[in-house]
């Protein structure tokens, strides 16, 4: 079974959940936001995704359910089971390993061309990728790379975009598992503002996201095809 965790109802797993669904793989999705609880043991996980959300990872009065995904990733992370983090989940799956989380240059909203590193090119993550993603981002926060992990992806704004950790653990900054029809959602407000210059913004964004939904489509699959084979591996 593949756990996926959402923190927030508007944070689905998009792509990743269709391309799942093409192997016919088991999926749990666990809504933290409506109150489902998650997993005590990991016995049955084949894998687990961690997914975006607003709320930083320190937030764990405010977010009871932060603390419990704490100790969920450390377990999965010792029981060496594959772990894919996206936005959220990769600050979390960095401070599960004592690694610090914080706040980055700025907001990166929109998207920007991210560069695998040396180490990236041959992570098996990324296999058969271009060495340059174009990649929807959302983020206030960033990640340092936790102590024996490797970094994969960096950008030129926020320069931590990727991890590695172990033979089974990766986070992502960046979002692959958005569609245009989630980014448009998302940005619901920009697009209605009136504030002229955020709405023309917003509007690019999502235009972006429709013209090259194919491209992108096929990026974030090959993304997950290498994911699958890490999990049957």
């Not at 998009?14 to 990991?42: H, M, R, W, Y």
Request: charged share 25%; aromatic share 10%.
């Amino acid at each position: 079974m593949v756990l996926v965790i959402k923190h927030v109802v508007e944070e689905g797993p998009g792509l990743l959940a269709d391309f799942l669904k093409t192997k016919n793989c088991q999926i749990q999705v666990v809504e933290l936001a409506k109150g489902e609880k998650l997993p005590s043991q990991t016995e049955n996980l084949k894998a687990v995704v961690s997914l975006g959300g607003p709320m930083n990872v320190y937030q764990e009065k405010k977010y009871p359910f932060l603390k419990q995904e704490d100790k969920l990733i450390k377990k999965v992370v010792e029981n060496q089971i594959p772990f894919l983090g996206i936005c959220l989940g990769a600050q979390l799956l960095a401070k599960a390993q004592k690694a610090a989380v914080k706040k980055g240059p700025g907001k990166e909203l929109g998207w920007s061309c991210v560069n695998l590193t040396k180490e990236g090119l041959n992570d098996h993550l990324f296999f058969g990728l271009k060495k340059e993603l174009e990649v929807f981002q959302w983020h206030d926060d960033t990640f340092a790379i936790p102590k024996g992990g490797f970094l994969v992806a960096e950008g030129d704004f926020c320069k931590n975009q990727a991890f590695r950790l172990g033979k089974s653990a990766w986070g992502l900054q960046f979002h692959v598992e958005a569609t245009p029809q989630m980014i448009k959602a998302w940005l619901g407000e920009d697009l209605e503002s009136s504030n002229k210059t955020k709405r023309n913004e917003a509007e690019k964004i999502v235009a972006f996201a429709y013209k090259f939904s194919n491209q992108l489509a096929a990026q974030a699959k090959k993304i997950f095809t290498n994911f699958y084979r890490i999990i049957l591996s």
